[in-house]
């Protein structure tokens, strides 16, 4: 799934190129399309003073499907988000937060057995991750979430524990019930964000107990509905609540260009090595074709001493690369 193309030269027309990194060599997400939970979004957050659960509160909750089985004492909840790179600007965060529900499932009416939260967590306008610490009163780095930045979007790689079980109003004990189901939510705050009729997206959620047992482990790749629902501030009663909607998204429209330097003989070759992520036509441009041209296939011929400027576009990117002529 991660693979990069390689563009290959003869012998005879390859020169020594630089390897001055242009985007990240680190592999890039799946290469096409990915199926995705769509969690809505109405961002109207204009500063840190704003109230957060009327400008910029957005909630899914994702039904128990499957079998349930016995309660236990932790659970480790895992998912990524997709979130679009235009949100974020210069001190703005997003606030990630959520929590398990659980029901006591042994007799036909479901009860009501408590809640427990996931700790939360905070993307910063400079890719950084971290949560509020009220100790220190300051972000503190965390180590259940990381995140990379991907095409048009951060990708965030969420992994928390489970902490305290709060059941001061439940109808039932979860920890003496025979079945329990348990129903995942994910809270989402943008501080700072404007974003009016978007989306952030949610994919490959895993539930797993304490000794192993994965609970839950869905990437909706096969699914045609997902039960649950969804809430936007500033509208949030429970009747205000939407079905979950799949979404389809491309998650990394990369223009990866190896060097942006390239030393090249009058009347000799070299070639441009970019790579278009999802596969798509890559167009060259030269600034000056009397010092040096380029095809359509980035191969470049020295014309005359001197510098041109090659221009390399594609998924809506643009990367340009120096070229220095050589007699």
Known sequence: MKKFAKNLLAAACAVALSVTTLVPATPVLAASKNKVVEIPVNFTNSSWEDNWDTTSFSDICLWSTGEQSAYSDCYTVSFKLYVPTSFMKEGSALNIGGSLNFDDTTEEEWKWAGFT?????????????????????????????????????????????????????????????????????VCIKGIFITAKNSAIYLDDLKITKADGTVVRDQNFTSDKKVEGETRVAPKMGESDGKAIKLATITDNKVLTVKSTKLSVKVKKTAKISATATPATKITYTSSNKKVATVNSKGVVTGKKAGKAVISVKANGKTVKVTVTVKK
């Open 117 to 185: 939260e996931l700790p939360s967590a905070e993307l910063h306008e400079d890719g950084s991750v971290t949560k509020w610490s009220d100790e220190e009163q300051k972000d503190v780095p965390i180590d259940y979430a990381t995140v990379k930045k991907t095409g048009d979007f951060y990708v965030i790689s969420y992994s928390g524990k489970t902490g305290t079980v709060h059941a001061e109003d439940a109808q039932a004990d979860p920890t003496k019930a025979e079945k329990v189901a348990v129903t995942p939510s």
